[in-house]
């Protein structure tokens, strides 16, 4: 079956510019996570959507960033202004909803990576 | 705030040797544990997890790992490598609170097996 897809695969843009970062989950899937990978680094979590709603965006870093998930399913991940800091991979991933117990497994996308020239 | 520490960055192995990889977490409630596993030029995927019962738990591709709670461990191993398990293998820990599935990684353990 299909799995999680990202587009673009790859996004050049200079410095101070505005990008969106599209991801389209496996369907039935009502949990979205958005994650950032760093050279050298492991994902670094960003916000997670259970449904339509940011349930946690904890690890958004400042106010450029910004998602969404108006219909449940595709996710958008806006980034303004943006900076040579930003250059990573973003990923992202689906799952089951999550319960007491804890996450279901995490099915990642190939990711897009983001250069900020 | 809760961390995942991978001891070793940077792994080369022969084929057929034994391989353990570190993973220590630090949070002190209850987690999930997971090991995700990205080959070159592929997407991450779950090797095995841990929620609960048995802490020794077998994943895909011969790789099992032990959840010892008192060391907050969660080392994976395999008993003989192939040259096809060079990849990246990234630790991540979920903590159970809250009903978040938001997972916390390592920085990741890049595995090189030579033929």
């Known amino acids: 079956g299909a799995g999680v897809s990202q587009t673009p695969s790859n996004k050049v843009t200079e410095k101070g510019k505005y990008v969106e970062l599209r991801c389209d989950p496996i369907?039935?899937?009502?949990?979205l996570y958005w994650y950032r990978q760093s050279l050298g680094q492991g994902p670094e979590f960003l916000i997670y959507?259970?449904?339509?709603?940011?349930?946690?965006d904890s690890g958004l870093p400042n106010d450029r960033f910004f998602a969404v998930r108006p219909e449940g399913s595709v996710s958008t991940l806006k980034i303004q202004r943006t900076e040579r800091g930003d250059s990573a991979v973003y990923l992202c991933?689906?799952?089951?909803?999550?319960?007491?117990?804890?996450?279901?497994?995490?099915?990642f996308g190939p990711g897009t990576r983001l250069t900020v020239l | 705030a809760q961390s995942v520490s991978q001891h070793n960055h940077h792994v080369i192995l022969s084929e057929a040797a034994s391989l353990e990889l570190g993973c220590n977490y630090s949070?002190?409630?209850?987690?999930?544990l997971f090991w995700y596993v990205q080959y070159p030029g592929q997407h991450l995927q779950l090797l095995l997890k841990?929620?609960?019962?048995?802490?020794l738990v077998k994943g895909i591709k011969g790789f099992e790992a032990e959840f010892i709670k008192s060391k907050f461990s969660f080392n994976l191993r395999k008993p003989s490598v192939q040259w096809s398990d060079t990849a990246e293998y990234f630790c991540?820990?979920?903590?159970?609170?809250?009903?978040?599935?938001?997972?916390?990684f390592g920085q990741g353990t890049t595995l090189q097996v030579k033929p």
């Open positions: 841990y929620f609960s019962g048995d802490p």
């Open positions: 369907s039935g899937h009502t949990a």
């Open positions: 949070y002190g409630g209850t987690v999930n």
């Open positions: 959507f259970q449904g339509t709603g940011a349930a946690d």
């Open positions: 991540a820990v979920n903590v159970r609170s809250g009903n978040t599935g938001k997972l916390i």
């Open positions: 991933a689906s799952s089951l909803r999550p319960t007491s117990g804890g996450a279901n497994e995490q099915f």
